[in-house]
């Protein structure tokens, strides 16, 4: 049997259509954020409400700096080792110094001896979410992250030259559609700071059995021995945003794929007997009313949390989790 597990991971926390735009606009002190958003193959464009800091206040026998994230009326409480962060973060050279924040950014300094101030390390409430929920040691939060972490989703694609390009850098025909047609959520908000994108690259994990009586063949050892274990990276990037497409049907994408897996580009005809597809982070989408699960769990592909699109043959599922859960062990 040969069958194939991907999971989709995120680069970078999710950020607004607003940071995005800053992160465009901004000079080469933001290249590096820019490479490293570059490296994903999918992306995915969402609404939410917009959080922010709110309760901010310096603990300072213990150097945390205590927070509430606050999204409408749902309220959760966190707290941040600033030494921890600066110890990891900092720059050998200075001097822990502290905390600028706001209710829309935290950053942490270092201050060199001449009184030069530097941001070494910063996160929107989102990016908090995020490190919370990577189960960063130095950032905590009192309930779990996936509360805030609920997303209307609106849009997936994408680009065998980095989303950065595809999707920030270039003008992007469903982002412009998005931005002109959605409604805000909050009455003072802008859609643009409702609006999310999430960009992944793509995990796969390899699997090839053989039974006692199998042949191994020379062909089956090349196969799995090579980089891409005879699945072209192009393939897969393409596959896997046809089936989230097709399983889905996001309202801002206009070819719905039908007929997949039976679609041009992507595995269908490769050999493999199955393969699955999750969300390896702890956010949720939901497109009318039908809700996808991600799950994020240290040093494994996804957790026991997330919901996959699974392909069998010609027969493909969405295999809701919770669902599973209640039926077999509620």
């Not at 199955?274 to 390896?280: E, G, K, L, Q, V």
């Amino acid at each position: 049997m040969r069958a194939l597990s991907a999971s989709l991971r995120l680069v970078a926390p999710p950020l607004s259509n607003q940071e995005a735009d800053r992160f465009r606009t901004a000079g080469p002190e933001a290249n590096d954020a820019r490479a490293q958003l570059g490296r994903a193959t999918i992306y995915m464009i969402g609404q939410r409400q917009e959080i922010f800091f709110r309760d901010l206040k310096w603990d300072a026998e213990a150097s945390h700096l205590l927070f509430t994230l606050v999204l409408g009326e749902v309220r959760v409480r966190g707290r941040m080792d600033v030494n921890g962060l600066s110890e990891r973060r900092g720059r050998a050279d200075c001097d822990p110094m502290g905390v600028s924040a706001d209710e829309k950014y935290i950053h942490i300094l270092d201050v060199d001896e001449h009184g030069e101030k530097t941001v070494v390390w910063g996160a929107s409430p989102d990016a908090v979410l995020y490190y919370a929920w990577r189960q960063d040691p130095d950032i905590a939060l009192e309930r779990d992250a996936r509360e805030l972490a609920s997303y209307r989703l609106l849009y997936i694609g994408m680009s065998d030259d980095g989303a950065y390009q595809r999707l920030i850098n270039a003008p992007h025909h469903a982002r412009l559609d998005i931005l002109t047609n959605e409604f805000q959520i909050r009455s003072e908000a802008r859609v643009s700071d409702e609006t999310f994108f999430f960009m992944f690259e793509i995990e796969p994990l390899h699997l090839q059995s053989w039974g006692a009586d199998d042949d191994i063949t020379e062909e089956q050892i090349e196969r799995m021995t090579s980089q891409d274990a005879g699945l072209p990276q192009k393939k897969l990037t393409s596959d896997v945003e046809k089936a989230f497409i097709s399983m889905l049907k996001t309202p801002y994408n206009k070819r719905l794929y039908k007929n997949y897996p039976k679609v041009a580009g992507g595995l269908s005809g490769l050999g493999l007997d199955s393969y699955a597809y999750a969300i390896a982070e702890d956010i949720s989408f939901d497109v009318d009313g039908q809700r996808v699960d991600g799950g994020y769990a240290p040093g494994l592909p996804n957790s026991n949390r997330a919901d996959f699109i699974l392909v069998s043959g010609d027969r493909v599922q969405l295999i809701d989790i919770s669902e599973k859960a209640e039926i077999e062990y509620g």
